[in-house]
């Protein structure tokens, strides 16, 4: 019997730290609810350290694309200006040809050359013809392109005109027969486009 009431004894004279437990557990769970807002401080914080290197990383890649874009800008000006002094280079020399050929000139191919400057079709009758045919107005460029290129034309037929005349024994004026057979050997040799529609046949 006093073997049992002796371990009732010893649960009876538990040591105070024993007894005090559930005091520190809930003095800890107060720190740690104290301890809370720190936390929470130090989370936005970082937060706020994360926006600031993704603003300082994104501030980066502007500064290098604005770099890279100016870098480029320099490099299109620099090539700009290389291509418009060789094409200055280009024009000087071609004016120092014109010019000593034009020097090397007789009289009669001099006053040739002379009408073929001054020569020219009127801008207005060209642009008629485009917009008839197109059916659109055109801007003043496309209209001084295609009377440039009408002069040309009519020049290689008046050309081959000359060949014809002189190849049939036959003197200048030129007459209409000859031009009929220059326009026909410049469509065989295929410098003018045939405007007629062909049909293709397979062999």
């Known amino acids: 019997m006093a073997e049992e009431v002796e371990p009732q004894r010893e649960d009876a004279t538990l040591p105070p730290s024993s007894i005090s437990a559930p005091a520190e557990l809930s003095v800890v769970e107060v720190t740690a609810g104290q301890e809370k807002e720190p936390v929470e401080v130090k989370v936005e914080v970082q937060a706020v350290e994360v926006k600031s290197k993704e603003a300082a990383e994104l501030i980066l890649g502007e500064l290098e694309e ?23 280079k280009v024009d000087e020399d071609e004016i120092q040809k014109m010019q000593i050929l034009v020097s090397s000139f007789s009289e009669e191919q001099l006053n040739r050359y002379e009408m ?57 004026p030129l007459q209409p027969k000859h031009m009929r057979e220059a326009v026909r050997r410049l469509k065989t040799r295929g410098q003018i486009p045939n405007s007629k529609y062909k049909k293709i046949l397979f062999h």
């Not at 604005?66 to 200055?88: G, L, V």
């Not at 485009?130 to 020049?155: E, L, P, R, W, Y």
């Open 66 to 88: 604005s770099t890279s874009q100016a870098c480029a800008a320099k490099k299109i000006k620099i090539e700009i200006k290389d291509k418009k002094d060789k094409k200055h």
């Open 116 to 172: 073929y400057r001054r020569s020219a079709f009127p801008k207005a009758a060209i642009k008629r013809l485009i917009q008839s045919i197109t059916g659109t107005s055109v801007s003043q460029n496309v209209v001084i392109a295609m009377s440039g290129i009408s002069k040309v034309f009519v020049g290689e037929v008046v050309e081959e005109a000359l060949d014809v005349c002189e190849k049939w024994g036959e003197s200048p």
